[in-house]
């Protein structure tokens, strides 16, 4: 049983950074692709950022190109979301999720597991 748990979150002005993470119990090995999404009220689930089952490779929704990194650490089962240069439209609940056959990264259901979320809010 896999279960993801994220952390970090809280309120900042804009311009700060955060670095939000997301702990794995179980094992979530170089096979899962991993990414972060977020929600905001009203609106629906968004990919914000990608990472390769090996790490290789990594994307980012256009929104946060430049601002956010993803990353992973196998050795502590950990992902990642590096958060600079945050602005009031990245307030939202921010959401790990992980699976084994990802084909369209910026598709929820292709992922796995999903963590409960952590929230974000810039102001």
């Known amino acids: 049983h896999v279960q993801l748990v994220e952390s970090g979150g809280g309120s900042v002005q804009a311009g700060g950074s955060l670095r939000l993470s997301c702990g794995v119990s179980?094992?979530?090995?170089?096979?899962?692709?991993a990414s972060w999404f977020r929600q905001a009220p009203g609106k629906e689930r968004e990919v914000v950022a990608y990472?390769?089952?090996?790490?290789?490779?990594?994307a980012c929704a256009d929104s946060v190109k430049g601002r956010f990194t993803i990353s992973r650490d196998y050795t502590k089962n950990t992902l990642y979301l590096q958060m600079n240069s945050l602005k009031p439209e990245d307030t939202a609940m921010y959401y790990c999720?992980?699976?084994?056959?990802?084909?369209?990264?910026?598709?929820?259901?292709?992922?796995?597991?999903w963590g409960q979320g952590t929230q974000v809010t810039v102001s």
């Open positions: 999720a992980a699976g084994v056959s990802v084909t369209n990264w910026r598709r929820s259901t292709d992922y796995n597991y």
């Open positions: 179980g094992t979530i090995d170089s096979l899962h692709c």
């Open positions: 990472i390769y089952a090996d790490g290789a490779w990594t």
